[in-house]
């Protein structure tokens, strides 16, 4: 369904009559409710009120960004971009301790917007909203913010934005312990009208002893293939070329459902939607990626040529420790076998470096899994004591200055390799995605190969949401000058 759709059923609804019980037509109800009072509010105040959506975490959080979005402006809010808005609603991440001060840090700032403006409310949800201690410092000195709520309901959002709007002088508080049901079919506000993230699993069932993931996301729970199709087919006529498939462990998709699918068999079906010109996904754990799904990258050329395979730690003591459930050999054997199908693929990975226990030994087997694969980009961490999490309570934690170079020493070899790996492609003619106007020089555009390495050529605004064939004239670091060839 696109927006224009749900406005026909959200006009259509008689708020006087009580909230109906059955998702998502409860949400359409509330929408429409909302968007009453906010009516009411903004002809008092005779302006149109304003909202800005702030996107703290990984893909998936800025998927519910969208959702988020969608819904508001269906009430009636207007988009804005900077926080000095009617209603800012932070979507916050707790995966590293930065991610959680962040936001402490600028709640500050929008306090004191808050104190200039009376119609102003402030939200907070996402996955550091599930953490206890998180709503309990919220209660004892946050006392200006006036929406929280967690990521198993964030499809209540309408709901509970309607309440807030009735209650501004309130803390409205609702958190779930797990998703009793997952939600789709509501407005969604995507950044480009021409790619789109789709949800095809939420949760995590792996418990990476590190990781606090799984306890603010809850249980891995798929989606209905149908549903994905679908909703992908519903993408397509509305102006999209390409998705990213997005779970946090996309190779376990489809093994607790009813009727058991394989995330290489979705893929297969996901190829076969006309207009759709390119499939991406993310992330892909290695324990669980099957040379069923190789096979199937191998043999269609719409699924980009691009695998984001986190190693975390080339140790196999370490690994172990980790919960990740493969070793260094079996990790590198699988890079073999996926460059054996795949020669051109384009691999980037995630690296945390200072995890309790990793000696120098351990690091130099990071160093020279580095070495030996080649990644295209890396995303290196220092390892973040999560509460909560089993590591978190280990003996051994790494103290900082050691952790600190050993960091220092990965960023720069992952660099040093990644600018030798990108560059291979100097010289040849790409596929490349227009996302948009080059923020530095107006007369470029940029846009994406479907290994996903970023090209600037020159080009105007029309050229954007078009895939266009690109001479790959000079490689700088981790992105492609070029220009671009007519093909008849
Ligand atoms: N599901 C994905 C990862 C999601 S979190 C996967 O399994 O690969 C994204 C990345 O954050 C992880 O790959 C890991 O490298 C990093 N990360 C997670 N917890 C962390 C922690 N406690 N400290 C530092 N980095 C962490
Ligand atoms: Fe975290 Fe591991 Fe789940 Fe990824 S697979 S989200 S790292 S627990
Ligand atoms: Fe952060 Fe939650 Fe994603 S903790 S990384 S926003 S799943």
């Known amino acids: 369904m696109n927006n224009q759709s749900y406005e026909q059923i959200i006009n259509s609804i008689d708020t006087r009559k009580p909230a109906p019980e059955n998702e998502p037509f409860r ?7 909302a968007r009453r009072k906010l009516a009411e509010i903004s002809g008092k105040a005779g302006r149109p009120l304003t909202f800005n959506v702030v996107t703290f975490g990984c893909q998936m959080n800025a998927r519910d960004s969208e959702k988020l979005r969608g819904i508001l402006e269906e009430i009636g809010y207007r988009k804005v971009e900077t926080e000095d808005a009617d209603l800012v609603l932070y979507n916050t991440c707790t995966v590293r301790e930065n991610a959680n001060t962040r936001v402490y840090g600028r709640l500050g700032k929008l306090h004191s917007y808050k104190k200039k403006n009376p119609h102003m409310m402030i939200g907070l949800c996402g996955c550091m909203m599930q953490e206890d201690h998180v709503v309990t410092k919220l209660k004892e000195s946050y006392r200006f913010v006036n929406l929280i709520f967690g990521t198993h309901n964030i499809y209540k959002a309408a709901e509970l934005i309607s309440e807030a709007l009735d209650h501004p002088d309130r803390m409205i508080i609702d958190i779930r312990q797990s998703s009793d049901r997952m939600v789709e079919q509501l407005p969604v506000d995507r950044k480009y009208p021409f790619k789109s993230g789709v949800n095809i ?6 418990f990476c002893s590190y990781c606090i993931v799984p306890y603010v996301r809850g249980r891995e729970k ?3 293939p ?12 509305d102006g999209v070329r390409e998705v990213m498939l997005l779970g946090q462990n996309v190779n376990s998709y489809g093994k607790t459902l009813e009727n058991p699918v394989s995330f290489a068999r979705l893929l297969e079906q996901v190829v076969q939607i006309d207009g759709l010109d390119r499939v991406r996904f993310m992330t892909s754990h290695p324990k669980d990626l099957s040379d069923e799904l190789i096979e199937v990258m191998a043999k ?3 699924i980009c040529r691009h695998l984001h395979l986190p190693l975390q730690s080339g140790s196999t003591k370490i690994l172990k420790d980790m919960n990740r459930r493969y070793t260094k050999e079996s990790y590198l054997a699988l890079v073999d076998r996926i460059r054996a199908a795949i020669p051109d693929i384009s691999l980037t990975t995630d690296i945390i470096v200072g995890y309790p226990g990793e000696t120098e030994d351990d690091f130099l087997e990071t ?6 694969v080649r990644y295209d980009s890396a995303f290196t961490f220092i390892y973040s004591r999560r509460s909560g999490t089993p590591a978190a309570s280990m003996e051994d934690q790494i103290p900082e200055d050691v952790v600190k170079d050993r960091f220092d020493r990965l960023l720069a070899l992952v660099q040093k390799t990644g600018r030798e790996q990108t560059s291979r492609f100097t010289g040849q003619d790409k596929d490349v995605l227009v996302e948009q106007i080059n923020e530095q020089d107006e007369s470029l555009v940029t846009g994406r190969m479907d290994n996903n390495i970023v090209v600037h050529f020159p080009g105007d605004g029309s050229l954007i949401g078009q895939i266009v064939t690109v001479h ?11 220009h671009r060839i007519e093909t008849v």
């Open 27 to 33: 949400q359409y109800y509330f929408i429409e409710r």
């Open 201 to 206: 699993m939420y949760g995590c069932n792996n």
């Open 222 to 224: 798929s989606r209905e």
């Open 226 to 237: 149908i549903e994905i199709i679908q909703e992908i087919e519903g993408l397509v006529a």
């Open 300 to 302: 269609y050329p719409k």
């Open 367 to 372: 160093l020279d899994v580095v070495e030996k």
């Open 472 to 482: 790959l004239d000079e490689c700088h670091g981790f992105y492609y000058m070029g």
